[in-house]
């Protein structure tokens, strides 16, 4: 599973941020696992960097937050990044749906 | 299941002792650590095994990183070093960004005014500079040197000392940093920046210094006034980003 997820990993998460607002890092690991029942768990190794890439170029934007006396680090898309988010999305969604018609020809002929 | 202080107090020792630098990254892992052994206890595992299952996931994290040589960090430090590169080449294209903008607007009139004054009146003594008149351009330079911080001090934001006193400059006053983790990735970004480019004027112009190399006065003129320059630029960029620094909240604690 990891080798697929590689490339795809920064466009699952603006997705789930265009879908949620904002969110945490630890969140989002936990609504991959939670929406593919376990079968795609996203490392903190993965995460992170590609949060903070996301950061630096201005696709997202961050805010922070107290929390139980912690201080909770909140990820958004930011206006610029929302054209670069819904673009992604329907590159993934387009690069799926060819995926499936090479990986299910019959169904696809029906 | 919520925390009590002495899980707490384990969790922060174990983070002093990856002597994270930036305060940012420090409690956003702390965050993560803290909520993901709470999650790992709400499902009955006892805080030990969470706590040892949380670190595992970042234990094989590994990253290159320069430090004068190329080392490897690994786990946390790993991923605060990708962090810190992905901040530093943003600053660093937001930096010269900012510097190309200052060459292309009027302000450049004003540079250029410098060193028509400067090559008329400064330097009328003698033609070129080397080591045998050294004294006297030493003597000349200090002060223009004084004259251009003091000139860069006015020209900027009138709360410049409060921007100076939050920004990286902090980081030369303070010998702690570590243990407090208080300083944010984007100050260093811009001090290594601003010592970079200082330091590269400074050693260009004492290698010919050096070589007993016959400088000529429109050469100097020139370089002078790229240093002064460069330097109230950046005291500008570090001023114009003050802002850049409140909303990450850094020096609120």
């Known amino acids: ?110 | 299941m919520k925390l009590n202080k002495i899980q707490i107090a384990e969790i922060e020792g174990y983070f002093s002792d990856w002597n994270l630098v930036y305060k940012e990254f420090y409690d956003e892992m702390f965050d993560h650590y803290c909520t993901e052994i709470e999650t790992k206890m709400d499902n009955g595992i006892d805080f030990h095994t969470a706590f040892n299952e949380t670190h595992q996931q970042f234990e094989n994290l590994e990253e290159k990183v320069s430090w004068g040589e190329i080392t490897r960090v690994y786990g946390l430090k790993a991923l605060e070093s990708s962090q810190y590169s992905a901040v530093d080449k943003k600053v660093k294209s937001e930096y010269f960004k900012f510097i190309l903008k200052q060459l292309f607007s009027p302000r450049i009139l004003f540079w250029i005014i410098v060193i028509i004054v400067q090559y008329k009146f400064l330097y009328n003594q003698f033609d070129i500079i080397s080591l045998e008149n050294s004294k006297w351009s030493f003597l000349g330079g200090f002060f223009i040197g004084i004259s251009y911080l003091l000139l860069a001090l006015t020209f900027s934001n009138s709360s410049l000392i409060d921007s100076l006193k939050n920004s990286s400059f902090k980081f030369l006053l303070n010998t702690s940093f570590k243990k407090d983790a208080r300083f944010g990735i984007r100050k260093i970004a811009i001090l290594k920046l601003f010592i970079f480019s200082i330091l590269t004027i400074i050693l260009f112009f004492e290698f010919f210094a050096l070589l007993n190399f016959p400088i000529s006065k429109i050469s100097l003129t020139v370089f002078v006034t790229l240093f002064a320059f460069i330097f109230s630029t950046t005291i500008a960029y570090l001023t114009k980003t003050k802002l850049f620094f409140k909303d990450i909240n850094i020096l609120k604690i």
Do not use: C, W
């Open chain 1, 1 to 110: 599973m990891n080798q697929h997820l590689k490339g795809s990993l920064s466009t699952i998460i603006l997705k789930l941020l265009h879908d949620n607002g904002r969110m945490y890092g630890y969140e989002i690991t936990q609504k991959v696992k939670e929406l593919t029942q376990d079968d795609i768990q996203i490392t903190e190794g993965a995460l992170y960097p590609i949060l903070h890439k996301l950061e630096a170029e201005e696709v997202l934007t961050a805010e922070t937050e107290k929390v139980d006396g912690r201080v909770r680090k909140y990820y958004k898309i930011t206006p610029k990044g929302n054209a670069v988010a819904v673009d992604r999305i329907a590159e993934l969604k387009a690069f799926a749906e060819n995926l499936n018609l090479i990986l299910n020809p019959k169904l696809s002929l029906s």
